[in-house]
């Protein structure tokens, strides 16, 4: 598994950014993705998933309405648009495969990317 995140960078509060994630000899419509971060001095937090058929999407609590989660089947990339953006959302954005078992998400975090940046502040 080969990912490949993009599309970070600093941001005043209330801005947007669209990250991307490109998968190289690795096919995401076959697949359960998510995307999660990792804020300074904190652990791996789940974000958002959107399932293989592209019809189902979710989100955790704090990003709900903000952030959209979807993907282009045809260039192999997966997106997650941010809007309205919060100093709390300052993090390292990573996508990874996942699966869903017994009503919750597992990621896969070991095939994650290397991660794009996200800086919210004022």
């Known amino acids: 598994v080969q990912l490949v995140e993009s599309g970070g960078g600093s941001v005043q509060p209330g801005g947007s950014l669209r990250l991307s994630c490109a998968g190289a000899g690795f096919i995401l419509s076959n697949h359960h993705m998510s995307w999660v971060r990792q804020a300074p001095g904190k652990g791996l937090e789940w974000v958002s998933s959107?399932?293989?058929?592209?019809?189902?999407?979710d989100y955790t609590d704090s990003v709900k309405g903000r952030f959209t989660i979807s993907r282009d089947t045809a260039i192999n990339t997966l997106y997650l648009q941010m809007n309205n953006l919060k100093p709390e959302d300052t993090a390292v954005y990573y996508c990874?495969?996942?699966?869903?078992?017994?009503?919750?998400?597992?990621?896969?975090?070991?095939?994650r990317g290397q991660g794009t940046q996200v800086t919210v502040s004022s």
């Open positions: 959107i399932n293989s058929g592209g019809g189902t999407t």
């Open positions: 990874a495969p996942s699966l869903w078992y017994g009503n919750a998400w597992y990621v896969d975090f070991a095939s």
